[in-house]
Structures are given as C-alpha cells and as structure tokens.
C-alpha cells in the first residue's frame, strides 16, 4: 500500500506513477485523441458531409444518455471494488486485533510464582511460536503473492515432523494451527501455568474463534471475485465508447482542437475509474495499492516478541513514598517526541509536555536531552554531583549497595545505579515526568517566602537536589506531613502539599536524566 501525505493543496500526488491508473489510461486516451484529429482531417481533405449523414443535436443527446449509462455502470463497479478494498483491510485487522488480545491475556494470566518461572517461560515460548505460525498461515491463505515466504519467530526447536504435516496437508493450515494452539491453552490452565478463572480464560478462546470467523470472512473476498457478466460488459462497452467517441465528437463539435481535447479526456475518465475498480477490488496482492500483508505479519511478530519482554513482567510502580490521595490527581498532557523500542520497532519512551502542546524549545530540549544522555558521566562531574559524593540509593552505603542486588536498589529508589567512579549511568529508555526545572523555579519564586513552611520546603528541596546521601529528600515527605499537622491555615497547608510534590520532583531530577534537565536549562534559554 502506498503510503503519502496529499499537502495543503491535495496537488503533491500528481505526477507520481507509483500506482497511478493513468499510464494505462493513456494508452487508450492518446490514441482515441489521435483518432479523432485524423477523422477531422480526413473530412476535411475528402469533403465528407458528416452533417447531412447526421443530425449534431440529436446525436449529442443520444450520446450523454450512452455515456451516462456507461459512468453508471463504472461508478457501481467502483463502489463494489471500494467496499471490498475497505471490508478485507478491516477484516484482517480485526482478526490481528482479536488474536492479539488472546494472546495478551494469556501472557497476562500466568503464574507468577518463583518456582514455576522455567515452566512459565516454556509456555510462552511456545504460545509465542504457535501465534506467530497461526497468523502467517492466515495471511499465506489469503493474500495472493508472488513471494509468500513470511517471517516467522524461530520455530527449530518444535517438533517438525508435524510442522513438515502442516505444510504437505490439504486440510486447512489455519484451522490446525489454531488447534494447535487452543489445545496448548488449555492444557497450561489444567497443569497451573495459567491461574486465572475458567469463565475468564474462556474469553480468550472467543477471541480465538472471532479472529478465525474473522479470517474466513477475508477468504470469502478472495474466493468471489467480482461478477463475470458485469465485468465483460463494462470491457465491452469501454471499448466501443473508445472507438465512437472520436466520431461523435468530430460530428458534434465540429472543431479539431475541441474534438481532440474532449476525446481524450472522457476517454482518459472512463479508463481511469475502471482501473481504478480493477486495481482495488482484490486487495490481497503485490500490488502497490493492495494492502501490506507482510507488514501486517511484521508487525504481529513484534508485537509476540514484546509481551515476553521483561519490561512488562510488573506494571511500573510509583516512584513517591507519600500516600496516593485520590484528589491530587490531575492532569498533565504529554506528547510522544522521542521513540525508543523493544526488540523492534515498539514506542516506549514518552516526555511530558508542560504546556498542552509540543513546542520548538520542547523539541530543542528533547535533541539536547539525547545528546546529553550520551554525555551523562561528564555532566555530572561539571554540576558537582560526582564531588558531592553521589550514593546509589537514599540512606545507603556503598558497601551496602554493592553486597545487596541490583534489582533491590533499583526498586528501593528512584536514584539511577552509578559506576565506580561516582559518575551515574544514561539511561537512554528513562520517561521524563513533567518535573522541568523551568516550571519548578516559576513555582517556587510565586510561592509565599515569609512563612515556615516555605523555608523548611525549600531547605528540604534544596538538600534533595544537591545531597541524596545526606537523607534529607528521604524525609521530606514526613517533615512536610508534620509540618501541614501542625499548622492551622488551608492556605499554609496547601503551600505545603505543593511544595512537598515539587520535592518529589527534585528528588527524581537527581537521576542523570534530571541533571541533564537541570543543565539543559540554561543551553536552551535562546530557543523558542
């Protein structure tokens, strides 16, 4: 399919050949335009009295009734051929879409417990194989390629005995695989690997079915083609409009240039539209304007090969140690400016957008934040952070930190791990919160500076930004909370929940993702 961007003015497709109809229109529409000037010249040059064999007014109303007829007939023709166009990319979807579904909810229904973990991992190894094969063999049946050798997730450790049965079979490879897999489903639930409810499990298997209804109903458009009769009355009245419209138009017209003209472009029209039937009407091709079955198989590979990804074993946990409360929820808009991926071509990076919308500063910032990422170790020895004595987690030793996992550090803090000279890691695949340095100092300055609760905020955010290790931005959550205690002003108390959520942020800009923030500040002070 071809994929274009029409422009402001719908003109920018024009000249593109790519999938035009015109070519082969013009191979009919130049030569009927000929036709008619050598039919003018030749009556001229043999003094044919075209008039007294044929009366102009008569034969122009006979004409528009004929040519009426015949855009009837175009016009039903490339209604039928759009209808089944957009039926079959939109059942293909569907079916993608529900199998998808299933195989998610599979994914998500395992068991979660440490000692089933290698059973757990062999299942979905294999569910993601029999997915990817199902859906290949969908699409093998359906399109109508030249080259249908799809791609596939490695399947060389399967038995392939009944994987050289399916390919020799008569029977219907689709139907088998999706046995194939309704039987390892169901078998995963009786042995453990899947703990969740029958009645629950049991959507996944109607998913399963809808997809195949789903698939059988795009076969369906392939098996029928467009009726015989119609099609061979449209070629046959085509062609005839071909050969009398130069006649009629000498006849009507009496012009050359007005006859050579009108011929060529009603000649063009008609041939054009039935092409265009023609091109659409059987969507499951090589065409350049059929429907990209193969990147439809592409993109469900990559969409197997992410749910197996250990990023999404747990949901991302909150980064705060305040309890939620439920009416400081709000919102805040964000954009998707810069995209990373998983295994391929999978979106899982997103910054926050402060604003409501992406501007040019916010796109300058995000250039510099990645090229800053790169530079992560230098940064942090320019803002001072690696003379401060950065520390891996809040209120944690170094020894500590290096006789306790990894992953414990990581979930205890948001704080990123930090190499051995003290400089912290980049972390490429970071989601940057909306905590910009820019909106933060605004607030701070705006806020109420002779009361208290300011004073000891600030202090506090101060001292999380610059000195983790000191554990002053580990307990300012719980100073905050003593101090909205103690006073009796909503407005003081409100003063104070605000600052206590800039100090998360602050907490969070100690990362390297937050220092580069904090430094980008200044570089990008111009843009905009």
């Given amino acids: 399919m071809i994929s274009y961007a029409a422009g402001k003015w719908q003109l920018s497709a024009i000249m593109r050949c790519t999938g035009s109809v015109f070519p082969r229109a013009l191979v009919f529409g130049i030569p009927a335009a000929i036709m008619a000037a050598m039919i003018h010249w030749g009556g001229r040059q043999l003094e044919i009295p075209f008039h007294e064999f044929f009366d102009a007014t008569a034969s122009g109303q006979i004409w528009v009734g004929y040519n009426f007829a015949l855009s009837f007939l175009l016009i039903f023709r490339t209604q039928n051929a759009y209808e089944r166009y957009w039926e079959g990319g939109l059942l293909l979807t569907r079916t993608s879409g529900y199998w998808r579904s299933a195989i998610s909810s599979c994914v998500a229904f395992c068991d979660h417990d440490p000692q089933k973990v290698a059973e757990v991992k062999a299942f979905q190894k294999r569910l993601m194989q029999l997915a990817s094969l199902l859906h290949c063999t969908m699409l093998q049946e359906v399109a109508d390629l030249k080259d249908e050798n799809f791609e596939v997730i490695d399947m060389s450790d399967l038995d392939q005995t009944k994987l050289r049965l399916l390919m020799l079979s008569g029977f219907d490879r689709c139907g088998m695989c999706m046995q194939w897999v309704q039987k390892l489903i169901s078998r995963a639930q009786l042995q453990g690997t899947i703990i969740a409810p029958a009645p629950i499990v049991s959507r996944c298997f109607q998913e399963l079915s809808q997809g195949l209804i789903a698939f059988h109903e795009a076969f369906r458009i392939r098996d029928i083609l467009f009726p015989f009769p119609y099609l061979q009355v449209v070629q046959c009245v085509l062609i005839l409009t071909t050969v009398l419209t130069p006649l009629v138009n000498v006849i009507v017209l009496n012009s050359a240039p007005a006859s050579v003209i009108m011929t060529f472009i009603s000649i063009t029209a008609f041939w054009s539209i039935n092409y265009i039937a023609a091109e659409i009407e059987m969507p499951f091709g090589d065409d350049p304007n059929d429907l990209p079955v193969r990147d439809m198989q592409d993109q469900f590979n990559d969409y197997l090969l992410m749910l197996v990804q250990p990023e999404l074993e747990e949901p991302p946990q909150s980064l705060s ?162 101090m909205i205690a103690s006073e009796g002003s909503t407005k003081e108390a409100e003063t104070a929940r605000v600052l206590a959520q800039e100090v998360a942020c602050r907490r969070a800009m100690v990362t390297p993702g937050g220092l580069m923030a904090k430094t980008l500040a200044d570089e990008t002070k111009q843009v905009g």
């Fill in 321 to 482: 140690s305040v309890a939620a409360d439920p009416a400081d929820i709000h919102l805040v808009p964000f954009s998707f400016v810069e995209r990373t991926s998983i295994g391929r071509g999978v979106p899982i990076a997103m910054r926050a957008s402060t604003s409501g919308r992406v501007t040019r500063k916010e796109h300058a910032r995000a250039d510099a934040k990645k090229h800053l990422h790169q530079e992560a170790p230098d940064i942090a020895v320019q803002s001072g952070v690696a003379d401060k004595g950065l520390e891996p987690s809040h209120g944690t030793s170094n020894q500590d930190a290096q006789s306790r996992p990894a992953q414990s550090i990581e979930d205890e803090s948001p704080v990123a791990a930090v190499t051995a000279t003290g400089a912290p890691e980049p972390d490429p695949d970071r989601v940057d919160l909306p905590c910009d340095p820019d909106v933060q100092d605004s607030r701070l300055a705006g806020a109420d500076k002779g009361t208290p609760i300011d004073t000891d905020c600030r202090a506090l955010i101060s001292n999380s930004a610059t000195g983790p290790g000191s554990g002053a931005a580990r307990d300012a959550d719980d100073s905050v909370s003593e």
